[in-house]
């Protein structure tokens, strides 16, 4: 293969990474690996209440892996609960809706092999996430609250 850096072995300990707000209330992420060169991430999303939490496209395939909590999109029938792994493949746009309690935020390990774009309810493309904007978001939280940046960036 072409263009693939061998890397160190690495251990992240998502004790030691800060929960960053993620756009709308009660949604936050904790990135654990951004691979700039890839254009790939990987983090946890925790959300807090139930409902609608966004919707959003997929330029590349999404993997997840849910931990606790229940969550379904609008767009499909089945509803990912814990243990569940969720593939989503390039283009599909969906709904995410939490189904969770106060007592147990939903929590899902996702690695995002690509960009995702945000829109609105009419379809509109209201934003682009990608590893850099991922990256910027963690490193302007940590600045912001004094928190020494850990090596995730491999
Ligand atoms: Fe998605």
Redesign the pocket.
Known sequence: MENVQPVSDSLVRARDLPWIPQGSANVWFKPLRINLRAGSWVNLLKVARSGVVNR?R?LSE?EGWVVQGRWHYLEHDWHAEPGAYVY?PPG?V?T?VADVTDAEPMLTLFAIHGPIEYVTETGDLAYVETAETKLKRYEDHCREHGIPLQPIVF
């Open positions: 959003h997929h999404v989503e599909d969906h995410l």
